[in-house]
């Protein structure tokens, strides 16, 4: 057993999430923690809501609230729709608590002792109508290198190069759509040139990434530059060094408290857990947490603070670049085993687009469809690697003739016949087993080596279509055994045989499916007369702030029930009923509806 960390990327709380966010992040974190937990590893899977930063004060303005409270609404919104997805969070907390602002202040205390965080003056785009700092995002132009028209102040999407937004030609506000107006101030940058060895001989040893996540991420050494990680801003983490921490108009830069969001959702989870000091099974280079293995899930657009900023600012804590330094009171720290990024999906050809409509929001979604509905289809048609489109025509055949026709079908059929002949599960025929039924059943165990090796390697489309063929052999099996012409008393024994085969098999292609299907996985579980728990789920707990804050709620779970990755030989005689089905086909008149509601 090893410790496993899944460090799930942490959405922004300015609205709710659409199922373009959750495929990138949510799904795929899901699906490799429940196998991992499965395969008996200690898994810890964290995130939370991201919540500081102009754009939630922006929006606060815009709707009449404080930032506080425009992020209290949202974080309780994302968390019921990550919990209407079954995502095994140990905890999904937020950025707002005062446990993050410690640890946040920590890391910056520690890099600037060791010569990593360096004030500098630099020129900073304010709002002339608000006074307000506006984020590099959040200013447009037109490219200085290639003169696309559409740049924005931190890189242009056309060229690909990093850019500042002084250098623009024509900035505007994309707020507002007034001209920026620079003035002198002062910051604190994170010296990433002082970083760039031991990034460059960090990232030299990182084997089995995606190819493009590995690639982009050595291509940002060639020219890093200092980072300010400070902004002129009221909302968020106080600077941590005499003269700033009363300032109220200086804050650390949200991107570099969002991703500290990892380690003190850890530390959170362990005060919360009764060991205040668990966390560093999974955390430090030292003692138990020496081999342990960290894996960050998120989108494309989210590469470069995952691998580069993120794995910076723990070498600078543990003093390990070029100004040397010692760790502080956290130790050393590990950086990322890998960075798992998934491409973009978009939606009937469009980008997602809530300002457009062009959208379907998780919670929406979940009014109207199942779960593991949407969790199949991202894990079989998701974005693992390339642009994705989703289209409602796909979902919808997704659903019926895989789900339903195969999957569904396969339970519901060999558990009706045996129910109806046998109320039970019926035991092999003193016949026993013929060259077909020794085949399927070893296809079923041979799956738990195909199918978990390849989650493990962070290919789920290939692992749940590999499951999936399992399903499709023990469809022809019955179609070929045809159990249901076995009639004569003289041939009960081998439909016993041929329905026993089938019921293991489904049991085994079940657990296959669990970490995808977890919601559906229960379902068949119990329908194949099991008890218990077989795919355990989270639930919303409502905490007080250990250090005195506001109450919050967050997403928790016991995950130390449940089915483990292994064959196990279904109990003869267990009762059987007639079931149910497992999924639900969907008409066809879903696709004009909601075709419909997008361009409505």
Request: with cysteine; proline share 6%; charged share 25%.
């Amino acid at each position: 057993m090893s410790h496993v960390l899944a460090a799930v990327a942490w959405p922004y709380a300015n609205g709710p999430r659409h199922i373009g966010h959750v495929s990138g992040f949510g799904v795929p974190s899901d699906v490799f923690a429940r196998y991992m937990r499965m395969a008996g590893h200690d898994v810890l899977m964290v995130s939370g809501t991201d919540e500081h930063g102009t754009p939630i004060q922006v929006q606060a303005d815009a709707e009449g609230l404080t930032p506080r409270e425009l992020a209290d609404r949202y974080n309780r919104v994302i968390v019921e729709d990550l919990h209407g997805l079954g995502l095994s969070y140990d905890l999904f907390t937020r950025t707002t608590t005062r446990n993050h602002y410690a640890v946040v202040q920590e890391l910056f205390e520690g890099m600037y002792r060791n010569g990593y965080i360096v004030p500098k003056t630099t020129m900073g785009a304010i709002s002339p109508s608000t006074g307000r700092t506006l984020p590099d995002r959040y200013i447009e132009g037109t490219c200085p290198i290639c003169g696309y028209d559409s740049a924005r102040g931190d890189q242009c999407d056309n060229c690909g190069n990093q850019l500042d937004p002084i250098d623009l030609i024509n900035p505007r506000s994309k707020i507002n759509g007034e001209t920026p107006k620079f003035v002198e101030t002062e910051h604190f940058f994170l010296d990433l040139p002082a970083l760039a060895d031991v990034l460059r001989q960090w990232l030299d040893t990182r084997d089995g990434w995606r190819p493009n996540v590995l690639r982009f991420s050595k291509n940002l050494l060639d020219d890093l530059q200092p980072r300010a990680i400070t902004r002129d801003l009221e909302w968020g983490v106080p600077i941590p060094l005499d003269g700033w921490r009363e300032r109220a108009d200086k804050r650390i830069y949200v991107w570099f408290d969002a991703v500290i969001g990892y380690l003190s959702a850890s530390v959170e989870w362990a005060r919360r857990s009764g060991d205040p000091e668990a966390w560093r099974k999974w955390w430090s280079t030292d003692g138990e947490g020496k081999d342990s293995q960290s894996y960050y899930f998120m989108g494309k657009d989210n590469i470069v603070f995952h691998s580069v900023i993120w794995p910076a600012l723990l070498a600078g804590y543990s003093g390990e670049g070029s100004h040397d330094g010692e760790p502080g009171q956290l130790g050393r720290l590990n950086l990322p085993t890998e960075v798992v990024s998934s491409e973009f999906l978009t939606m009937e050809g469009r980008k997602f687009s809530s300002s457009r409509r062009v959208v379907i929001y998780v919670r929406d979604f979940l009014e109207r469809y199942d779960a593991d509905a949407l969790r199949y289809f991202i894990a079989v048609a998701g974005p693992e690697n390339n642009d994705t489109d989703f289209t409602w025509a796909e979902f919808l055949r997704r659903n019926n003739d895989e789900l339903v026709a195969g999957w569904g079908n396969l339970v519901n059929r060999s558990i009706s016949l045996a129910a109806k002949n046998f109320g039970a599960v019926p035991p092999v025929g003193p016949d026993g087993l013929t060259e077909a039924d020794e085949a399927l059943l070893a296809a079923g165990r041979a799956g738990f080596t195909t199918v978990g090796e390849l989650i493990a390697r962070h290919r789920q489309k290939q692992a749940i279509g590999e499951a999936m063929k399992v399903a499709a052999e023990a469809n022809k099996y019955l179609s070929d055994q045809a159990p249901w012409k076995l009639k004569a008393e003289a041939d009960k024994p081998r439909m016993g045989t041929i329905l026993h085969v089938a019921l293991q098999v489904v049991s085994d292609i079940n657990t296959l499916l669990t970490p995808f299907l977890p919601h559906s996985a229960q379902k068949v579980h119990e329908l194949l007369g099991g008890t218990g728990v077989h795919a355990p789920m989270p639930v919303v707990e409502e905490v007080a702030d250990l250090d005195g804050g506001p109450a919050y709620p967050v997403l928790t779970g016991d995950y130390t029930q449940g089915v483990r990755w292994e064959s196990v030989p279904l109990e003869i005689g267990r009762p059987l009923a007639v079931p149910k089905p497992v999924f639900r086909k969907l008409d066809p008149s879903i696709v004009d509806e909601e075709l419909a509601r997008l361009d409505g």
